[in-house]
């Protein structure tokens, strides 16, 4: 199985990037990286490490700062857009990996790979830790589609819930609709448009969550329109680092005393536990084939676990179940409700 | 000055109610409270401490469980209609304070008392702490209205700006579009539309803000529709609550030790800080007369900061600067940009 990872996509490309996919490569002995980026700079990182490692030559980089469009379709000696090429002219290349643009990628995917069909909108969706130990929840779709119909977000909760369940290994993820309260009748026009059409779909659709309980464990997959869940994913983001200033500011108080550095490794633990990161990345669901963007701190680590991530979801047939469902969604709703939204 | 206290809204009415306009009354010398609800019940927990203090009896409750417009329409003794009625038809009664059921009190405003002339929809503010020291931020709105259109934000935009020069004292307030990303093109329709309108406003509009940047304490006031500002204020609380959890869980693994014992106590500390109660309530913007919602676990404490805000609210004449802003708004956009949201 071969992966193709962006080598010089995100803040600590290309030395993280690089020793991420050898971490990789030791951990899966059937797997075969392919990094894209400056050719020479990734071999002295390799330095030697060269089994199961294939090297395509890109000079430029797409940066935070370029336009995603324009930067997909003008910088074609982009690592990130001979990542792209490589992934669609090649049937033994499954997946790819960016720590680079989230626009830039979502882009990429969109032009150059295209969707899964009966898809209408391929959808961001990260995971996020709860307060359950070792349960974790998805949030679909977070930013890729910040307009939404009801028929888009149908879309989204088939293929998160295919996601989750091979993420988790549940048979049937509970899948609830973001809204701004409980009860079956709440909610802006889309929530109420969709509610009732979610319980018909082949799914776990357990109804309505408030964004306060988005980390109680309760649920495994949420589904959103991309702005709703955009805000939802960034204020988690935004308290849990106001929280951690915070909590540091308290610690230093006693920073001499043996109390502020236990405070300090005590923290340690808990921010690794509130750590978003170490659950690999968010795949773009719905493509044609594998795409995952990691964040743009990915360290080392992140990135091994996010080219894990990609294997997994490639030898458990994540994009077969999406269409799967999708028939079966179409079966459910009955064609006018699915079939208009393409495009 | 007058402000009627609903005395039986709120998981701890009345006796916190009651105590808490105590305590605002012995701040304010020239406030008195009137007190809605069963009128034995109330004079028990009052205890002879009557000056100041006038009773109206309701033996009815609006609870949680309640549908917000038939209770307002059919529990006519409930404590939060009566209190309502009061604030309806004597003119010395200027303002109303609840810990009830959030969508009774905006029902009840709006049907009751009504919308300050050429504003379209009330909305809710509440404040959040930032990890500045002392600086707060207010978000409008938070979930009374929905589904929202680029002239109801604009609103919102005055509205808020007004409130916030009032309590935190500075001229121009710094007001924020919520947004999926910082620059000027981002978001969705809604956004894209409303970003050009709100340039042009008498208000200190200095763009985008991102949810992960809501407490960074840089802006004074965040405008979105009341679907993802309801998904952002719950989100914030949903965190907080969870990080709590888990600094609890930590420290538990230490309780016998004295730094689990010294670790609860930071904590507690922490805790104050991230507290959003203890800035009082939330007004519904908007209003011909003055609704503060208070959250429905506050206390004491949180029942006497919820009254003096409205005093305060009132002796700066919010809703007279609300009026002349949505004037100045009207000569800045012209009549088509602001007159056709009304309703």
Do not use: W
């Not at 324009?70 to 000696?77: E, F, N, P, S, Y």
């Not at 989230?102 to 959808?123: D, E, M, Q």
């Amino acid at each position: 199985m071969k992966i193709v990872v962006d080598a010089f996509g995100g803040d600590n490309a290309p030395v993280e990037v690089v020793e991420g996919a050898v971490l990789a490569l030791a951990k899966k002995k059937d797997l075969t990286v392919v990094l894209t980026g400056d050719q020479k700079r990734i071999s002295e990182i390799l330095n030697g490490r060269t089994e199961r490692v294939e090297i395509v030559d890109a000079k430029d980089v797409i940066t935070n700062d370029d336009t995603p469009t324009l930067a997909i379709r003008q910088k074609k000696d982009s690592s990130l857009v001979r990542a792209f090429d490589l992934l669609k002219e090649n049937d033994d290349v499954v997946g790819l990996v960016s720590a680079g643009s989230t626009g830039a990628v979502l882009t990429g995917a969109i032009l150059k790979i295209g969707r899964i069909k009966g898809i209408s909108r391929p959808a961001l969706c990260p995971i996020l830790p709860t307060v359950k130990k070792d349960k974790t929840v998805m949030i679909c779709d977070c930013g890729a589609n910040v307009d939404c119909k009801s028929e888009h977000l149908l879309h989204f909760a088939i293929m998160a819930s295919a996601y989750s369940s091979i993420m988790s290994g549940q048979e049937s993820p509970k899948v609830a609709l973001l809204n701004n309260g409980a009860e079956e009748h709440k909610g802006n026009e889309l929530c109420k448009e969709t509610f009732p059409l979610l319980k018909k779909l082949p799914i776990n659709f357990v109804g309505n969550v408030e964004a306060r309980d988005v980390m109680s464990g309760d649920v495994d997959v949420i589904v959103t329109d991309g702005f709703a869940g955009n805000v939802l994913l960034k204020s988690v983001e935004g308290v849990a680092s106001g929280m951690s200033k915070l909590i540091k500011q308290e610690a230093k108080k006693n920073v001499f005393s043996m109390l502020g550095a236990l405070m300090m490794g005590r923290f340690k633990g808990l921010k690794a536990k509130m750590d978003i990161n170490k659950y690999g990345g968010a795949p773009f669901l719905g493509c044609k084939k594998l795409v995952v963007k990691t964040h743009g701190t990915a360290n080392r680590e992140v990135i091994k676990n996010t080219i894990l991530q990609v294997a997994k979801l490639y030898e458990s047939g994540l994009n077969e179940k999406i269409e799967s469902l999708v028939l079966k969604m179409t079966e459910s709703l009955g064609e006018e409700k699915t079939g208009g939204a393409n495009g």
